[in-house]
């Protein structure tokens, strides 16, 4: 069934629009039930969460975003952070070592080496026990160096600054590790996991 072609003019009136419109939805489920495939709007802003996602909650009123640069190439800062994060943060005696996962990603220098570390909060429901983001730093070459990003989305305050002190210290050669020194334990928000046979593999958070 085609659709009609339909001119709203500044004439018609509030009753016989909203007459139009419900028609025209009727319409759309009649053709919906021999419809093809809808397009995927999978990555469009508004889409629908995946699965694993679907029952996600607010990150905490306590969320931040730090932002700065540093000198040098985003392979080069990436990897001290990231050595520095493994050390200190999810080594054996870090505060996040029981209770977090540390994922990683980074293109090749070639293609300007952009890379991101990601900790997850540990769910062992999963494969690779990633739960929901708790902290994302992202490296992207900028004018004159590196731009660090740095996104609190699930860490306690305490903790989450000393965190972002470690990294900042790291990207600049230093050394150190204050998030083991802060009293304030990591904790584990989770979500409302929907019905294991909804379930992904893992989710990217």
């Not at 990603?105 to 890379?115: I, V, W």
């Not at 160096?145 to 210290?169: F, K, Q, T, Y």
């Amino acid at each position: 069934m085609s659709a009609l072609p339909v001119r709203i003019g500044a004439m018609v009136g509030m009753h016989h629009l909203g007459r139009l419109l419900l028609a025209m939805a009727a319409a759309g489920s009649l053709a919906g039930c021999a419809s093809a495939t809808l397009p995927s709007l999978a990555g469009a802003p508004g889409a629908p969460a995946p699965l694993g996602d679907v029952a996600r909650p607010a990150p905490p009123a306590n969320a931040f975003e730090t932002t700065f640069m540093v000198p040098g190439t985003p392979t080069a800062i990436y990897t001290l952070v990231a050595r520095g994060a493994l050390s200190c943060w999810v080594g054996a005696s870090g505060p996040l070592h029981q209770t977090h996962v540390f994922a990683a990603a980074a293109a090749p220098p070639s293609a300007g080496g952009a890379a991101e570390i990601v900790l997850h909060e540990r769910d062992q429901s999963f494969r690779d026990q990633r739960g929901p983001r708790a902290m994302r730093i992202a490296f992207e070459g900028s004018q004159g160096g590196v731009r660090m990003a740095i996104n609190n989305l699930r860490m306690p305050v305490a903790l989450a600054e000393a965190m972002s002190r470690d990294a900042a210290r790291w990207a600049n050669g230093g050394d150190g590790c204050e998030a083991q020194t802060v009293r304030e334990p990591a904790t584990v928000t989770g979500w409302n996991r929907p019905p294991p046979n909804l379930r992904r593999g893992g989710p990217d958070g």
